[in-house]
Structures are given as C-alpha cells and as structure tokens.
C-alpha cells in the first residue's frame, strides 16, 4: 500500500506542476489552427459521450458501446443512478489494488487542430487527458468532487501528423470507485469518408472482398492459399473474434488486409449518426485489437448508407466507404455495370460453404477480362 501511495503523491506533485484542477480550470474555447479552418463547425466528437446508447446486437457481453475499459464488464459499468444528465452514467469500480480503472477511446481529429476535452465525474483522484495528440498533454484532474459532480476539462493540439487520439479517464490505485458522465471532444469533425463501388485505375486488376464470417471452410482456405488471392475481408466482430486464426490465414498473402464491417449487421441507413458510429468504432476497435491494424475501410451491411454514414465512418478514422459493382456469392455472377468485369471493379462474397466455389468462378471471369486481383488497400493508399 505504500507504494501506490508514494506513487499517488510522486503523481500529485507532477500534475500540479502542470495541470489545472478541474475546479479552477479554464471555461471551454473554441478550437483554433489550420485545421479548424474559417466557418468549421464544432462538435462533440466523443463516441456514446452520455452512457446512453444501447450495445449493438452481437456485441462483446458486457461491452459499453463506445468504450475500452481495461478492467472490462468486472470493473466498469453503465449504471442508472444519479446520473449527471440523463438516465445514465459510467461507474468503475476498479477490482483491485493494482487498476486505476481506465476508460478510453480513439477519436478521430484533423492534424493541426485545437481541440476541448471535458467531462463531468465523480470521486476521488479522477484524471481525464488524451494521448497521441503529438505534443505532451497533462491530464485535468481532481483530488475529490467531495460526492457530487464536478467537470475536468484540457486542451490540446494536434500535431501535422495526428489523425487520431487515445480519450482516457481513469481513477487511482486503492482510491475507491468513481463515476464519469457528459463526456465531450469539441471541435471541428473530419471531412465525411468517400463512398465507392469500384476503385479508379486503369491497372488491369480487380478486388476479391469476402464478407461476415459465419461460415470458415478449409476449402476456402486451402484454395485462397493455392492461387495466391489477395484477400480483403470485412468479417464482423463475433466471427472474427470465434476465430481470429483463420482470418489471419486466409489474409495472409500481401495485399490482403482485414477492414470494417460494424458489430451487429445492421441496415445503419435506419440508424441515427450517434448509433452508426458506436457500429463502425467498436468494430474498429474490435479488429484492432485482433488483428493489429486499424481499419481504414468500412463496408455498409446491405450496402445502405447515408450522409450520416459517411460523417460517423469518418469519426471512426475510416476514409472509404465501399460496396461493391458485382456479386459473386451463394453461386451468383452478377455484375452490375454492362459487360465484363472492367479494371476497379470491386467483387462481392461471403463467407459461406459456397465461398469455395465462387472464388474459382470470380477468378474465371477476371481472368476472361484480361485481370487479376490486387490488393485493395494497396491502391487506396
């Protein structure tokens, strides 16, 4: 115990050197810097800022929608107690002596920007802050809300490099629990992501993309491996999580990669832009966290989608919004522009017992046309 104590005032006497207490902080500023650009509108671009949106179908048990908590469903929870504003809260509980109960986020930002971070909490040693902003940020912080409610607010600017940043709030160790509510990142949002059916290019080359998950045959496999296939997957999260060793597998040839295809395969079209981007971020996250690359690409279930998919996509640090211009699954060869396939075309499947079979009949029709699969992402960099 002495040591988390030491530890506690080593980190005391830092921050006070630093950063201000939430009490006596600073009132909110409009962002400022090349990023914000004249007439940028500011926004809070915190994913599920209130603990108020629903876990999407299909998602991790005792997920928080929006949220990456280190302690996970045993420490952290939404609880609909004294809430700050609305009906709900985050409460964590850290389990032990050794977690400060951590909660985070990525969040998407242009480079060079000014951004507002703040949140209203509760307890005892709670700090809110971010990372990878590419300059050194101290966390807002508070000795006590002495049982109410009582908001931290920081700045920060991003670097020429930073499209993203790590939103953390976290207690102390041996502290006890503490609540957050109302959390914001205000400033001006990413440029919405592009949507597309094809890739432009004259190279003579074709997209192989491979849709869900449920279905995983060695068959698949084995054939993908053979003819060397540059993959691109869009699995969801459930799947890809039952097992993340065939997907490796299948996306191992270069070129392959595995993007973004939300949690629950939802029509998001029917979804407010709050909701969609709790789809596309914990997806994200949830790829990340499998496979260790960040999406970049978000494949639309049903390919539905709107301008607020196009705005949430982009909160969620994805660029592309891809659907596709043929169908090659469950025994189709469908394409939808007149004629052969053309150089670009993105080719839809699924992963399904019939997938086996559609790859060598995909195959088949690029290589009539005088094509051969690429590697998607290789031509969205």
């Not at 005391?12 to 902080?25: D, G, I, Q, W, Y």
């Given at each position: 115990m002495?040591?988390?104590?030491?530890?506690?005032?080593?980190?005391?006497?830092?921050?006070?050197?630093?950063?201000?207490?939430?009490?006596?902080?600073?009132?909110?500023?409009?962002?400022?810097?090349?990023?914000?650009?004249?007439?940028?509108?500011?926004?809070?671009?915190?994913?599920?800022?209130?603990?108020?949106?629903?876990?999407?179908?299909?998602?991790?048990?005792?997920?928080?929608?929006?949220?990456?908590?280190?302690?996970g469903p045993a420490e952290a929870a939404v609880t609909t107690t004294a809430a700050h504003s609305g009906t709900s809260a985050l409460t964590v509980t850290p389990a032990n002596d050794d977690s400060t109960g951590e909660c985070a986020q990525t969040v998407a930002v242009q480079p060079g920007t000014t951004y507002t971070a703040s949140a209203w909490v509760r307890g005892a040693f709670v700090y809110l802050g971010a990372t990878g902003t590419g300059q050194d940020v101290a966390p807002a912080w508070t000795e006590t809300t002495s049982g109410g409610w009582q908001q931290l607010t920081t700045r920060f600017t991003t670097g020429p490099n930073a499209h993203s940043v790590r939103l953390y709030v976290h207690g102390w160790y041996q502290q006890g629990p503490f609540s957050v509510d109302d959390v914001r990142v205000d400033g001006p949002a990413p440029a919405p992501a592009v949507a597309a059916g094809s890739i432009p290019t004259t190279d003579k080359v074709v997209f192989f993309t491979v849709d869900d998950g449920w279905q995983r045959t060695p068959e698949a496999e084995r054939f993908i491996a053979d003819h060397h296939l540059p993959i691109t997957a869009f699995p969801l999260p459930m799947p890809a999580g039952t097992d993340p060793d065939f997907f490796k597998r299948v996306t191992a040839v270069p070129g392959s990669s595995i993007q973004d295809h939300s949690v629950s395969h939802s029509d998001l079209s029917k979804l407010p832009l709050e909701r969609q981007q709790v789809e596309i971020c914990d997806a994200r996250d949830a790829m990340t966290r499998l496979f260790g690359t960040a999406p970049v690409v978000f494949r639309p279930p049903f390919f539905t989608w709107n301008a607020d998919t196009l705005q949430a996509a982009a909160n969620c640090g994805i660029r592309t919004v891809l659907t596709a211009d043929a169908d090659y699954s469950w025994g189709a060869s469908n394409i939808w522009h007149p004629g052969p396939l053309q150089p670009g075309d993105v080719i839809l499947m699924h992963w399904t017992d019939t997938l086996a079979t559609d790859l060598p009949r995909a195959l088949a029709a690029a290589d009539a046309a005088g094509l051969k699969p690429a590697g998607l992402i290789d031509y969205l960099r």
């Open positions: 002495s040591t988390r104590l030491s530890a506690l005032a080593a980190s005391v006497a830092l921050l006070t050197a630093f950063a201000v207490p939430a009490a006596s902080a600073a009132p909110a500023a409009s962002p400022t810097g090349p990023g914000s650009g004249t007439g940028a509108a500011t926004v809070n671009l915190a994913t599920n800022p209130g603990f108020e949106l629903p876990s999407p179908d299909l998602a991790d048990w005792g997920s928080i929608p929006g949220w990456n908590c280190t302690g």
